[in-house]
Structures are given as structure tokens and as C-alpha cells.
């Protein structure tokens, strides 16, 4: 079956411009949840959904925003980049919450800010 | 919230032998245990899960150790190969509630042909 897709894969934006990224996740899973990963500071959660609700948030600021659509594809957005933002964007599915079961990544997308 | 910490921040062994990675968490209540293994360039997989009503559990070439008492959890892996070099991450969440998942920083290893 198909893995978790993630779209655009790679994108460059400037400072003060505003991106969304798209995940996709395995058939039948219910829930996606949001990781940026930068060097030397591991996998840091940003949001989960579930049945379209946000389910769990992580501490970022609240130009990171996210939604879940009826098919469980997920958008999240970041408004008014900064350079600090640089990073690649994980999503990952999973049957129901992510706290209980295994998460299938997807390839990432890797968002530089000029 | 729970907090996952991983030490040290990189290892290096020597082809064959065997490679410890220790993780320390902060949550008592936290129950699940699953360990991440993320090579150059690709995505984290899953590798080896534990949950707390056990104290190990094996997996060919690698195990998971769990220390409800001290808080702590350790992934070994024995006669170590070039393609066990990769990130490891450790993280830990309260299964059956609704908990997130909380990762560690990560820890390179890096296995000498």
C-alpha cells in the first residue's frame, strides 16, 4: 500500500512569506501529526490531529498552524517566516493516536527561508 | 510534559562489537516506549518498541532494556555492521490516553569498518 506522502518535498521562501505543506497519510490511518526536525535538536512536535481535530500541540508559536481534512489528509501552514524556520517538516500517520501506536514518516519536507 | 533526554549525543564503535544507547525520561506514567532509527537522508522507522509491563524484549541483533524505577530505557545492539550508522531516536508517551509521542534529541552512531 502507499506510504505517507508529503508535498512540496523541497521549497525556498524569504522571510515574511507564508508556506503550507501537505501530508497525506497511509489509507485508514486516522491520525497525522507534525514534527520539524533541525540539526541537534531531534524530532519536535508540533501538532497531532485526529478526525480532524487537533488533538495535541507542541510549543511553538502560533504562526504554526495545521488542519485535518474528512480524508485524514493534513495541511500545516507557517505564517510570516522566519530564518530560524529553516528545517525539514515531518509528517507522520498512524492508526489512532500517535502516543499508543507506530508512526509511518513520510519523506519530509525541507523548507529553507532566505 | 514528559521530558526525553539521550546520552551521549554520539557514539562510535568499532565493526562487531556492541553499541549502548541510553534514554532517561521524566514522566512516570509514561508507558510506551518506541526507538527510531533514521539513516542519511531518509525517513525515521520504527525499529523496536517496549511497554512497561515488560522488562526487555529482543529482536535479532537488537534489544530494548526498560528501568521503571530509574526512569530509563537503553537499546543495544550486538555485533554491530556499517549499516547500523544512523540516528537513533528514543521517545516515550502514555499509551491509552491522549498523549503524544515525546522524542529525544538523537544520537549518531557511527560503526568503524
Known amino acids: 500500500k502507499a506510504g505517507v506522502t508529503q508535498t512540496p518535498r523541497y521549497l525556498i521562501k524569504t522571510r515574511g512569506q507564508q508556506v503550507t505543506l501537505s501530508c497525506s497519510p497511509i489509507s485508514g490511518h486516522r491520525s497525522v501529526s507534525w514534527y520539524q526536525q533541525t540539526p541537534g535538536q531531534g524530532l519536535q512536535f508540533l501538532f497531532e490531529?485526529?478526525?480532524?481535530?487537533?488533538?495535541n500541540k507542541g510549543n511553538f508559536p502560533g504562526r504554526f498552524s495545521g488542519r485535518q481534512f474528512s480524508n485524514s489528509r493534513s495541511e500545516m501552514n507557517v505564517s510570516t517566516l522566519e530564518l530560524g524556520d529553516s528545517a525539514l517538516y515531518l509528517c507522520?500517520?498512524?492508526?489512532?493516536?500517535?502516543?499508543?501506536?507506530?508512526?509511518?514518516f513520510g519523506a519530509g519536507s525541507r523548507l529553507t527561508v532566505l | 510534559g514528559e521530558n526525553v533526554e539521550q546520552h551521549p549525543s554520539t557514539l562510535s564503535v568499532q565493526e562487531g562489537d556492541s553499541a549502548v544507547i541510553k534514554c532517561t525520561y521524566s514522566?512516570?506514567?509514561?508507558?510506551?516506549f518506541p526507538w527510531y532509527k533514521q539513516e542519511l537522508g531518509k525517513r525515521p522507522q520504527l525499529i523496536i518498541d517496549i511497554r512497561s509491563n515488560v522488562g526487555e524484549k529482543k529482536d535479532q541483533r537488537i534489544a530494548v532494556t526498560l528501568n521503571k524505577t530509574a526512569k530509563h530505557f537503553s537499546l543495544h545492539i550486538t555485533e554491530t555492521q556499517p549499516e547500523d550508522s544512523a540516528v537513533y531516536f528514543c521517545?516515550?508517551?502514555?499509551?491509552?490516553?491522549?498523549?503524544?509521542?515525546?522524542f529525544g534529541k538523537g544520537i549518531t552512531l557511527s560503526v568503524r569498518p
Open positions: 507522520a500517520s498512524s492508526l489512532t493516536l500517535s502516543g499508543a501506536n507506530v508512526l509511518t
Open positions: 514522566d512516570s506514567a509514561s508507558n510506551y
Open positions: 521517545a516515550a508517551s502514555i499509551a491509552g490516553a491522549n498523549s503524544k509521542l515525546t
Open positions: 490531529y485526529f478526525s480532524e481535530t487537533q488533538r
